[in-house]
């Protein structure tokens, strides 16, 4: 029976893994993705500095740089990359939690971190999620053996290690690891008469995490403070809330039926709950209050800050420890008809999800503005753009060494991104005043506009003679991006 279940369990790894890639093969970027790509190109100093004015911190993107000087600026390879990081996640479900808590668990696990609609949608993101996601897991998995005191000579080597890159990797990491090593710390602290070897291995893990760490700190006392300028993300009741309850199983069904699917899942784990040992429920008890505390600080930093850092996104750097809770619910399951039942669901949320992610990631009309500035853009000409969110993709997929057109962010409304900006950099040059980019050129611009406004050009009629030469619109169905184009010569 156990060779069974390992047989399975490699056919569940393998299979997920493929679904999940099934929709990365594609160059299209949506802006956070071109941010990744422009900074990626930089220098691991530069990235810091960079970094620093970001709203992240820089681990992912110096596993992207390092993959650059690799393979050169190939968005296929970063995708393969997040990709690779959810399957390692899945992984972990064989080669740790089946050890620690059985074959079913275990298989569970992997089952859910791979075929859960959530992994599907953020498999091939040119983000930092995923990697959150795989060092969160490796993080609470050392953390968990250190606190049962199941413990070898790695395992504050890897939970050091995995705790630190989390926190390099994103502040919901960091608030995950200061919440996981304070539990370990009062966990050792109550058993110092006899575990004081490891209270001392803590604290010298601890006492590294954080002066390693300390160089960063400065650029995250910044951010905190700086973050509301140029932050676009909003709070809104109760549509926050319903975008936390269904991350894991929304994909790409539509809100209501996420939903009700989301509630009754719900419903059916807090059944099962109540009906666990004392041992089961204090587990989960813990990686549910870690995982509703963080969201609950994130919630009071947006009301005191005024600056919203409560995103659904963000939560998948809490995924593993939320599935593994899942998990180990699902695995006293009795009724394997209700198991099945339930698996079957997932798994048709995930397809049509995954349907849906192939229809659009590989449409044939992705990438048509940038083909047709590549094949019209002479030697002089400027790009110019006051709408970043559109622009700055533009500007990352045409821009390289062989092509040296220079594109302007026209920052009309001064966001606080000057510095952050200089990813794109020397691609792309920011400037607050029209008067600075234009009063001193003439020739082509080639304006690029969201859908169907033409406010920019609306501007530049007023304060300048120019020739509207040629103007064309683009949909695309990945993220739903259009674009007007507009080429203009300026006297």
């Known amino acids: 029976m156990k060779d069974k279940y390992k047989l399975y369990h490699i056919l569940i790894i393998v299979i997920g893994a493929i679904l999940i890639g099934l929709n990365i093969f594609h160059s299209n970027m949506w802006f956070d993705e071109s941010y990744s790509v422009a900074i990626a190109r930089h220098s691991f100093l530069d990235i810091w500095k960079i970094g620093g004015n970001d709203v992240h911190p820089i681990l992912y993107y110096f596993c992207l740089h390092f993959l650059y000087l690799i393979f050169g600026n190939n968005l296929i390879v970063y995708r393969i990359f997040s990709w690779a990081t959810i399957v390692l996640t899945g992984v972990f479900g064989y080669t740790h939690i089946r050890k620690d808590f059985g074959n079913k668990t275990g298989l569970l696990f992997s089952f859910l971190v791979l075929f859960l609609p959530v992994s599907s949608m953020y498999s091939g993101e040119i983000r930092m999620y995923c990697l959150g996601m795989l060092l969160g897991t490796i993080m609470a998995i050392y953390a968990y053996r250190i606190y049962i005191n199941k413990i070898d000579k790695t395992s504050f080597i890897f939970f050091g290690i995995s705790s630190l890159a989390v926190s390099y990797t994103h502040y919901y990491g960091l608030m995950f690891a200061g919440i996981v090593n304070l539990i370990l710390f009062i966990k050792l602290i109550k058993e110092r008469t006899t575990r004081a070897n490891d209270l001392k291995k803590f604290i010298i893990t601890a006492v590294i995490q954080v002066i390693v760490y300390i160089p960063w700190l400065i650029y995250f006392l910044k951010q905190l403070v700086g973050v509301s300028n140029g932050f676009w993300i909003t709070l809104k009741f109760p549509d926050t809330l319903i975008e936390i309850l269904t991350l894991q199983f929304i994909g790409n069904l539509p809100t209501n039926i996420a939903l009700v699917l989301t509630l009754v899942f719900i419903g059916y784990l807090i059944f099962l709950y109540f009906k666990q040992t004392e041992e089961v429920k204090k587990l989960s008890k813990i990686c549910i209050g870690i995982y509703l505390g963080i969201i609950i600080i994130a919630l009071l930093i947006s009301l005191c800050m005024q600056s919203v850092i409560l995103l659904n996104r963000y939560l998948l750097i809490l995924t593993g420890l939320i599935i593994f809770t899942i998990s180990l619910l699902l695995s006293n399951v009795k009724n394997k008809y209700v198991l099945v039942s339930i698996c079957t669901i997932i798994v048709a949320t995930s397809v049509y999800t995954q349907f849906i992610n192939i229809k659009e990631n590989y449409s044939n009309n992705n990438g048509n503005c940038e083909k047709y500035i590549l094949q019209n853009i002479q030697e002089n000409d400027i790009i110019l753009y006051s709408n970043a969110i559109n622009g700055a993709v533009i500007t990352t997929g045409i821009s390289n060494e062989s092509n040296i057109n220079t594109s302007y962010f026209y920052n009309k409304d001064n966001w606080g991104v000057d510095e952050a900006y200089k990813s794109y950099s020397p691609y792309m040059k920011i400037n607050n005043k029209l008067e600075d980019i234009l009063d001193d ?51």
């Open 441 to 491: 050129y003439s020739g082509r611009i080639w304006l690029i506009e969201d859908g169907n406004t033409t406010s920019l050009l609306d501007e530049i009629k007023e304060k300048y003679n120019i020739t509207q030469l040629n103007s064309e619109q683009f949909k695309q169905d990945y993220k739903k991006y259009s674009y007007t184009v507009e080429l203009i010569e300026k006297n």
